[in-house]
């Protein structure tokens, strides 16, 4: 005999339902990019699928729900929904360090070179061994760099981020960094080049900064946390005119 549904199995399939619309809501909006990156997108457009489906059949009576659990429902999916569903707004203090939350995503390919060797990217002189670095392929030249160091030990470069400091580093070292996202938005984290300042200036941490600087092989970090890479042997520092917008993932 068919059970009829009760309020309680209403109460949970609307749950369900608002889920599954922030969900699509978020996904055919394209604001689901300040939570997580854009390959995500099959694996939410089955979700909500599947959180219609859940809605359905606890609409239909087919699952049995009490007032208790009903409970446990609200909390752990209208929360998300709302969560879902309002977009993400950096705080106004920050300064442009969490200017990334405008969702806007920008690929790091895993491959930037043709079949004939040549390089995909823009801003490279190789005649005059220059590199300008555009804000949106700050990713894919630091890929580049970090996987080809050799190849432009003595460029002379020019590019734009925001200060990041740590203890392990002398005091006029910093990390030219932006922000990069391997799943979710709580994974973002900085990344970027190495760099020394000195004699032409420090900047406060976050600081948003475009440096020109020489490409070189050396030894960074403070005593007893020495590493030996790549530095940016920075020239001249100045404010940058703005800060980028976006964050960058593996495509």
Known sequence: MKRKATLPDRVEALCFAALGAAIAYAAVGGSYTTLTTPRSLPYLIIGAVLLFALATAAWLGLFHATERSVLRFLIALIIPALLIAVPFQPSSGSGGFDEYAGGRAIAIPRSSHKPDGSSQLHGLDTANKTLTISND???????????????????????????????????????????????????????????????????????????????????????????????????????????????????
């Open 137 to 251: 392929e700050f990713g894919s030249w630091f890929e580049q760099i970090d996987h080809n160091p050799q190849r432009y030990v003595g460029y002379h470069v020019q590019v734009t981020g925001f200060v990041s400091k740590s203890r392990t580093f002398d005091a006029d070292e910093f990390e030219l960094s932006r922000q990069f996202m391997s799943c979710c938005i709580l994974d973002m984290t900085p990344f970027g080049f190495i760099a020394s300042s000195g004699k032409a200036g420090t900047s406060h941490n976050h600081d948003w900064v475009t440096v020109d600087a020489v490409i070189k092989q050396g030894v960074y970090g403070s005593a007893g946390h020495e590493r030996q890479g790549l530095i940016l042997q920075v020239r001249s520092v100045s404010k940058a005119a703005a800060a980028p917008t976006g964050y960058f993932y593996w495509q």
